[in-house]
Nanobody
Framework: QVQLVESGGGLVQAGGSLRLSCAAS????????MGWFRQAPGKEREFVAT????????YYADSVKGRFTISRDNAKNTVYLQMSNLKPEDTAVYFC??????????????????WGQGTQVTVSS
């Protein structure tokens, strides 16, 4: 099994940067693709980014391309989301998720089984 705990959320001004971390526990962490999702009040959960088990493949939602970077350090059992040039529309609860497979190439939630509790990111105007 995989357990996930997000951290690093907070309040930032538009144009600022924030780095989210997702600490994973479980022996199979290095074999799982990981993803970041977000959900704003009154809206559906939205795909943000995914990274393959080795970090060799990444894929981003169009809304965050060029601004967000997903990475992972398997030695530390941690996946990161570096967010730059933040905009008010980035305000949401951000969730990390672990998949059952080493690589996921789509933007959907299919394939992700384990989820963290979420961390709030608020970007002020």
């Amino acid at each position: 099994q995989v357990q996930l705990v997000e951290s690093g959320g907070g309040l930032v001004q538009a144009g600022g940067s924030l780095r989210l971390s997702c600490a994973a526990s479980g022996r199979t962490f290095s074999a799982n693709a990981m993803g970041w999702f977000r959900q704003a009040p009154g809206k559906e959960r939205e795909f943000v980014a995914t990274i393959s088990y080795s970090g060799g493949y990444t894929y981003y939602a169009d809304s965050v391309k060029g601004r967000f970077t997903i990475s992972r350090d398997n030695a530390k059992n941690t996946v990161y989301l570096q967010m730059s040039n933040l905009k008010p529309e980035d305000t949401a609860v951000y969730f990390c998720a672990a998949a059952l497979f080493p690589v996921l190439t789509g933007a959907g939630v299919e394939g992700y089984k384990y989820w963290g509790q979420g961390t709030q990111v608020t970007v002020s105007s």
